[in-house]
């Protein structure tokens, strides 16, 4: 276990000076994978085959004295919803449980590039509804930290792998929270970048407008690192940015002077579980002694956030899914007494194909985009969604961050929201605000509650912010010192 | 009963680019080769993500300057949604209520009628759909889908209802067809549904109370050929005739919606081909996976410069410039190419009567016999032009002309490219020039006389028609020569 658990920049330095080679990087994370992926179950599939050849490719080029990438040896993990060539992603769906895709998402090329060894693809909730990996069509993934309790979700199988060292790296997407919250449920760090900033090709679409990948990682630096490989922009993808795409790790030791943070005081409500309350306030703490101001701002639209994305999200699901009817790839119901017709075999194909919560929000989405009542659901929501953006562009003239929990609560327990899915919805309620603005966000461990489950704080920034965002993060990392506290989780989950 | 029809069209054009509007696929008509002409984005693939074309936009907005349409500064894409095997993403990229082009018109005659300006309500861009492949044996095999068509550039042309006929309906699908052609924007082959139209009809009726009412507006699909166009809505008035004969039923009347029919050609009859209760509901919603279009006063200045000359506007001018409205229908209605050469000759000569003569009789017939557009055609402006001024200069006479003309043709047969500076070397080697000198013509006619004793002996017999065949043998050794002043000088001789 010598490596088991440890940053990527560690991993990444120790394998350019010779200290370790990939392949018995990668050899190490496939056995430890082998002995306790079985608790976790983050992983729909594990790569063996393909990640030490492509291990043993690395140690080659470097033998050789080839160029090699920034990530070249270094285990990643990547979200089921996201194209690698010759590999299923099923978006943990039936629908989807044997399509191969034919080609790379840019994610996936930018990371070969940077050499990256990719060992699996992750658990999720199904087609990325959800924040519990409950939905998922093939098993629900537990908590390293607790394997009662869910990692959360969507990149529920991403975040427990990076917290059970199952790779220092995960690849996730976030379209209400999916990276954030399982982040701050399994105690490493979870950014999702600035809508634009990284490419959504051969991201398969939940909802168009808000998807964004993003890096799960056991650090701060691990994000940069990460990030470095994969933003910038891509004429494949039609909403991807021209902004310039500076580099996120280099800079990231460098403390930010004068930093103003917001704080808003609606957030502080009935549903914030008390220990949440109090780690979060640490982190504030932490920030007011490393000299930064602490300012109450308002975001006087932001209560409306779950309700509109329960608006967006579903009516842009519901037209994304609609490519699914079993005509051209994907499931196909069997006819059950002689040929069936065109409409039931859509009608079967889809009902059999998707899972409840799928079907609930394709049924909600539709609903939102029907003539009758389009204007009073999809395009008020549109209205309300620009009033959220604009809190957010006046909040940032008065501060730097605005910091919240990630979550409400500490990771619940597998089972205990399942026939909740409102109490479910809500638990996004923090996380929304960044995807419906279009912000960059990131979730950090900030303390743990005394039973031992992590928490996470977020702060959010300005679009194309997420260099400033990871210095201030990494600030904070330092200041509270969660350093180790992995290794705890890990060596406890291989310990069990 | 008196009646007005009143019809629309909808006509959709597959325009002329390399690729398809959404991907880098390329676009042709290619029905042998199923699928071949495919990609992750045209065969909606998850993950694949639509990028514009530009050239399709281009196009797109120089035909609809053409069609005196107003270009929208600000446009955006729009998903219409429905379930058919031919569209894989179950939706279309269409434009719902900013269509990047509206209100125009087009002229349309019909034959000797007056010329009417039919307004345009609307043009937009969306992608094509594939085809649905059925088993025509009846035995009941599988149907199939090709998606080689799927994403091809479509624009889709709105008329108002401001057509008073079937034939003004043709008239103004044929002069759509030729500006088309005429823009080089589409290829307008019909046969393989580079041009469709579907016309929505219905009749204002004038009942013996002197009230004025309207039938159910029916629309007829895939009216796929001119004649098409006039038969189906000639057929549909009849029976919207019978049928309010029958009902009274009338436009508005409870339960009353627009239906739409099909074309048989065979049985030259329309048929219902769904019914209001399926009537779609197509959820439009703004394309968030594409970014809206802004054009730019530099663009419209640029494409300004593609949209030519109409062909109703340039018949009218070459009407100005002396020829019958008959010829210039037909030099224009051959298409630009022709009425660009026809025009070249034109001001060459600088007689148009003259170069339409030519153009509308000996160049057609020759384009006719030999089944050749005007680009594989023989003789270049230059050639037609250089032997036209001749006989505009009195140097040839027109039968020379149509001789030479013959033999140029016939030579370029033999594989001798027709050249202007061959046309003097024919009129030497023939004897085409006109002769002007009379010593020549005497000294012919001497001959011709002193060779025909018999004919001479006739004559002076009073037998007037013997002249003839010394003007034969006159005209034989002097090509140029005017056959009427042979005539007058042999009698001159004889009487002398
Ligand atoms: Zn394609």
């Known amino acids: ?41 983050s992983f729909l599939e594990v790569f063996r085959e393909q990640a030490l050849t492509a291990a043993e490719a690395v140690d080659r080029k470097r033998a050789a004295g080839e ?9 990643v993990a990547i979200k089921d919803n996201i194209c690698v060539k010759g590999e299923i992603a099923s978006c943990s769906s039936k629908m989807l449980e044997n399509f191969r895709s034919p080609y790379n998402s840019h994610v996936t090329e930018r990371l070969l590039d940077a050499g990256a060894v990719l060992v699996g693809r992750t658990n999720m909730d199904e087609f990325a509804m959800g924040s519990s990996c409950e939905s998922s069509a093939f098993f629900p993934t537990s908590n390293p930290w607790d394997l009662d309790r869910t990692p959360g979700g969507s990149s529920g199988g991403s975040a427990a792998a990076v917290a059970a060292g199952f790779a220092p790296i995960a690849i996730g997407s976030d379209t209400g929270g999916s990276i954030r919250q399982p982040a701050s449920f399994c105690g490493v760090v979870g950014l999702k970048p600035t809508y634009g900033r990284v490419s959504r090709f051969g991201l398969i679409a939940f909802a168009s407008s808000l998807d964004q990948i993003g890096p799960i ?152 985009l029907s003539s009758g009542v389009y204007a009073a659901y999809y ?10 953006r604009d809190d957010f ?14 979550s409400p609560t500490p990771p619940f327990k597998i089972g205990e929201m399942i026939d909740n899915p409102l109490a479910l919805y809500l638990n996004d309620l923090f996380t929304i605000g960044a995807n419906l603005a279009g912000l960059p966000a990131i979730s950090l461990p900030c303390g743990k509650t005394s039973s031992g489950l992590p928490i996470g704080v977020q702060l959010i920034a300005p679009a194309f912010e997420e260099a400033r965002l990871l210095r201030a993060s990494r600030m904070l990392e330092q200041e509270i010192g969660w350093d180790g506290e992995l290794a705890g989780c890990v060596s406890q989950l291989a310990g069990d | 009963m008196q009646y007005e029809v009143v019809v629309g069209l909808e006509v959709h054009v597959q325009l002329l680019t390399k690729s398809k509007i959404f991907c880098g696929c390329a676009n042709k008509f290619n029905p042998d080769n199923p699928n071949t002409q495919t ?94 492949i059925h088993d025509e044996s009846g035995r009941g095999g599988d149907s199939k889908v090709d998606l080689n068509r799927a994403g091809t550039p479509l624009l889709e042309i709105v008329s108002q209802p401001d057509i008073r006929s079937a034939a003004e309906a043709k008239a103004c699908l044929e002069e759509l067809h030729l500006l088309l052609t005429f823009l080089g924007v589409s290829d307008c082959n019909m046969q393989e549904g580079s041009l469709r139209c579907d016309a929505n009809v219905n009749l204002h009726i004038q009942t013996e109370s002197g009230d004025k009412v309207a039938t159910p507006i029916v629309e007829i699909k895939n009216l796929n050929t001119f004649r098409g166009v006039e038969a189906a809505i000639e057929v549909e008035v009849k029976r919207q005739l019978e049928e309010f004969k029958k009902t009274g039923r009338k436009l508005g009347d409870p339960g009353v919606e627009k239906e739409t029919r099909g074309w048989d050609a065979e049985r030259n009859t329309t048929f219902a081909q769904r019914g209001k209760e399926e009537a779609a ?69 600088g007689d148009a009567k003259q170069a339409a003569n030519w153009a509308t009789q000996d160049v057609l017939r020759t384009l006719n016999d030999k089944q050749q557009t005007i680009d594989d055609f023989a003789l270049s402006s230059d050639v037609l032009a250089a032997l036209l001024k001749r006989i505009v200069d009195g140097d040839i006479t027109v039968k020379s002309g149509r001789e030479l003309f013959a033999a140029l043709i016939e030579e370029a047969d033999d594989g001798q490219a027709a050249a202007a500076s061959r046309i003097d070397e024919l009129i030497e080697e023939r004897g085409l020039k006109v002769v002007n000198d009379t010593g020549a013509l005497d000294a012919a006619i001497d001959a011709a006389l002193a060779e025909s004793p018999q004919a001479v002996e006739d004559f002076r017999n009073g037998k007037q028609q013997a002249v003839g065949a010394v003007i034969g043998k006159v005209m034989k050794s002097l090509k140029g020569a005017d056959p009427k002043q042979v005539r007058e000088r042999i009698i001159e001789k004889l009487s002398g």
């Not at chain 1, 795409?245 to 008390?274: C, I, K, M, T, Y």
């Not at chain 1, 932001?302 to 009516?315: E, I």
């Not at chain 2, 018109?105 to 861009?125: N, S, T």
Request: net charge negative; hydrophobic share 40%; glycine share 6%.
């Open chain 2, 281 to 349: 509901d197509y959820r439009y919603f703004p394309d968030p996976d594409l970014v809206p279009v802004v054009v730019s006063e530099e663009q419209l200045t640029e494409w300004r410069t593609f949209v030519c000359e109409s062909p109703s506007r340039r018949r009218r001018r070459f009407q100005e410039a002396g020829l019958s409205a008959y010829d210039a229908e037909v030099i224009v209605n051959q298409g630009r190419e022709f009425a660009d050469y026809y025009e070249r000759v034109a001001d060459a000569i």
């Open chain 1, 67 to 75: 160029k090699l990438g920034p990530l070249a040896g270094v285990p």
């Open chain 2, 39 to 132: 990609c992750p984005v045209c065969l909606g693939l998850p993950g694949s993500l639509p990028v514009l074309n530009a050239e399709a936009f281009r196009l797109s907005c120089i035909t609809a300057m053409a069609l005196n349409c107003e270009i929208a500064r600000f446009t955006k894409w729009d998903r219409k949604q429905y379930y058919y095997p031919d569209l894989p993403k179950g939706y279309q990229i269409s434009q719902y209520d900013l269509p990047f082009s509206e209100h125009g018109w087009i002229e349309a005659q019909v034959e000797d009628g007056p010329v009417r300006k039919i307004r345009i309500l609307r043009a937009h861009l969306e992608e094509d759909a594939g085809k649905n």
């Open chain 1, 393 to 406: 562009t006046k909040a940032f003239e008065s501060v730097d961050f605005v910091l919240s929990p990630t």
């Open chain 1, 379 to 388: 395009k008020k929501a549109l209205e309300v969604r620009r009033l959220i």
């Open chain 1, 1 to 41: 276990m010598d490596w088991i658990g440890r940053s990527v920049s560690e991993m990444a330095s120790a394998l350019q000076q010779g200290e370790v080679t990939a392949q018995a990087l990668a050899e190490e994370h496939l056995s430890h994978i082998e002995a306790c992926e079985p608790k976790v179950r």
């Open chain 1, 217 to 368: 990682a056991t650090d701060v630096c691990g994000a940069a690192l990460t990030l470095d490989a994969i933003a910038g922009h891509d004429g494949r993808d039609s909403t991807s940015a021209k902004e310039p795409v500076p580099s996120f790790s280099d800079a990231l030791d460098q403390p930010l002077a004068g930093l103003r943070v917001g704080v808003v005081a609606e957030h502080d409500n009935d549903g914030l579980d008390d220990e949440v309350r109090q780690a979060v306030a640490k982190s504030v703490d932490a920030y007011r002694k490393l000299g930064a101001e602490i300012v109450n701002i308002d975001l006087p639209n932001a209560q409306y956030g779950v309700a509109v994305y329960y608006v967006l999200a579903p009516s842009e699901a519901s037209s994304n899914l609609a490519r699914y009817d079993g005509v051209h790839y994907g499931y196909r119901a069997e006819a059950e007494n002689g040929p069936h017709s065109m409409i039931e075999m859509y009608e079967h194909s889809r009902g059999q194909g998707f899972g409840d919560e799928v079907k609930r929000r394709i049924m909600l989405g539709t609903y939102a």
